[in-house]
């Protein structure tokens, strides 16, 4: 599976408002978060780099650059949020809406908030 681009960093990026809305299925556990962190190192740890800096390989090259997913700005937002902009994405980052199950986005949302810790 060919991994997609990263969350975008530019801070114009909005959620509508109803994504705020959307309530995370899974339990902050242990299995959800190994789940997550599989599914990231396949999918996201080339461009958001290992411990989610934004300092991936792929990154590196990208306009604008990878979000810091381990900042203030990305672990303030809901989970909601986070699963919105993984769910729909935005040049450079693609869409996983059709790569990803649910489920599997929503590991991602858990295992980002692992990353802020």
Request: with cysteine; proline share 5%.
């Amino acid at each position: 599976m060919t991994p997609f681009v990263a969350f975008s960093q530019s801070s114009d990026w909005e959620a509508p408002k109803e994504a705020d809305d959307l309530q995370n299925p899974l339990h902050q556990n242990s299995e959800a978060t190994v789940e997550g962190k599989e599914l990231y190192d396949k999918m996201c740890v080339i461009c958001h780099g290992k411990k989610g800096k934004g300092d991936g390989v792929a990154g590196m090259n990208l306009s604008p650059r990878p979000t810091n997913l381990t900042s203030s700005s990305v672990q303030q937002q809901t989970d909601g949020v986070i699963y919105w902009k993984i769910t729909e994405g935005r040049a450079p980052m693609a869409s996983y809406k059709n790569t990803l199950e649910e489920e599997q986005r929503w590991q991602l949302v858990n295992y980002i908030r692992e990353l802020g810790k």
